[in-house]
């Protein structure tokens, strides 16, 4: 039964980085980031349109 609990954890060691991670942002960080991406596709598609 050990096992199968510790390799939930086992995740850990792939990110090298946890400083970013979209699981560590608030809710608003994730609305404003969410935005972000929405007003950037936006822009590409009006690009492409015009």
């Known amino acids: 039964m050990a096992h199968a609990h510790d390799h939930g954890h086992a995740s850990h ?5 946890p400083g970013w991670s979209l699981l ?10 969410a935005a972000v991406v929405v007003a950037l596709l936006w822009v590409a598609t009006l690009a492409v349109i015009a």
């Open 13 to 17: 060691a792939v990110s090298e980085n």
């Open 24 to 33: 560590r942002l608030s809710a608003w960080s994730r609305v404003g980031l």
